[in-house]
């Protein structure tokens, strides 16, 4: 029988002297728990990284508003909860992310908490008020918080990154804040000058990380892409392609021009992977469609008009990803004039076999 990992290490432990052992192969049966499965693992300390500007930040405000909302993140399963974060590098711009979240997924994120300044996760007197301002969270609420994130690292921390004594002194605070009340920690991080050798700083922050992902931006593209490089207790996890939109806030700056954020309004494709799989277009395709429907259809299905957001940009989401099915041979175009319209009928490829 599959048992969760806390109760099953529970049954499974002998206490000797002051210390407590597991023998043998106690445990083996236990399951990992996630808070996005297949990504973040329940009750762990991980770390997200890359250059400023990769949108890093982007990504685990994504993730955030998942796990707060009780919505799948990347058709992934999450474990609903409240989510603290800290954005120690600025309030306003992480409600503005939010917003734009909520609107591109049409929900409200009411259990996500921002905490505007830094908390100096190696000193007990801030280490205590956050634990004390969590549990004061949880009481008041009645909801149980099942994440906090550090952005940044930098700015949580004090001491010199570089030295594995003070990069030692902050993760044995964040494994003291984790234990107290019972969640996960994630730090927002940044790249070191040589981006391929992982995270700045001591390598104490890796050797002790229960994953790890970096983030990269493509400007030319415009796409940005999150590589899972260390998973301890699972298989890494697929890297995942993104594209963020900008979302129309509906608010005006002082010139009267709309404020915008951004936001995912279509599903990651999955790096190097040419069957689809994950394509919203074609799981519409086999799974609304019979295989097989007029362009209109198949955009207003998987690209409806949403407030907020441009329609100029939802079409061209729409005609992105049709592109990379017919590029891979998926898909086939019967068009029904000289240039694309909205009758022209696309079917499945698996289809036309079948034929």
């Known amino acids: ?7 099953a290490f529970e049954k499974a432990k002998e206490v000797f002297g002051s210390l407590i052992f597991s023998r043998g192969s106690n445990g083996f049966d236990n399951i990992q728990e996630w808070l996005i499965k297949g990504f973040v693992s329940k009750h762990s300390f991980g770390v997200v990284f890359g250059k400023s500007g990769s ?80 549990k004061e969270i949880e009481d008041k609420n009645k909801v149980k918080v099942e994440l906090v994130v550090l952005d940044t690292l930098a700015r949580n921390f004090d001491g010199d990154e570089n030295s594995s004594d003070a990069m030692g002194k902050f993760i044995h605070g964040c494994d003291l804040v984790k234990e107290e009340i019972k969640a996960s920690i994630l730090c927002v991080h940044h790249s070191g000058k040589d981006a391929s050798k992982g995270g700045r700083g001591s390598s104490a922050l890796n050797a002790a990380c229960d994953y790890e992902f970096q983030v990269t931006h493509d400007s030319k593209t415009g796409l940005t892409t999150l590589n899972n490089t ?3 207790d699972a298989e890494e996890a697929v890297s995942l392609v993104f594209e963020f939109q900008p979302v129309d806030l509906g608010i005006k700056c002082e010139d ?17 992977n040419n069957n689809g799989d994950n394509n919203p277009l074609l799981k519409a395709l086999r799974e609304v469609f019979g295989g097989s429907c007029t362009r209109e259809d198949l955009r207003m299905c998987c690209f409806p008009p949403k407030e907020g957001v441009a329609a100029n940009t939802t079409n061209q989401n729409f005609k992105r990803t049709l592109a990379v099915l017919v590029d891979n041979g998926l898909v086939s175009i019967e068009q029904k ?3 694309a319209n909205s009758n022209d009928i696309i079917t499945l490829v698996e289809q036309l076999e079948l034929f």
């Not at 029988?1 to 109760?7: S, V």
């Not at 009267?256 to 190097?272: C, H, Q, Y």
């Open 1 to 7: 029988m599959i048992k969760p990992i806390k109760k």
């Open 256 to 272: 009267g021009e709309p404020i915008t954020s951004l936001a995912l309004l279509t599903l990651a494709t999955t790096k190097n």
């Open 55 to 134: 949108r890093k930040s982007f990504i685990t405000i994504d993730m955030s508003c998942a796990i707060a909302s009780g919505t799948p993140w990347q058709n992934q399963r999450t474990q609903s909860g409240a989510v603290v974060y800290i954005a120690a590098e600025g309030q306003v711009g992480m409600s503005r992310r939010v917003k734009a979240w909520e609107t591109a997924n049409g929900r409200t994120v009411d259990n996500l908490y921002i905490l505007g300044h830094s908390i100096m996760m190696s000193i007990p007197s801030a280490r205590n008020n956050l634990i004390n301002s969590i």
């Open 337 to 339: 004039g000289k240039i």
């Open 230 to 232: 260390k998973q301890k």
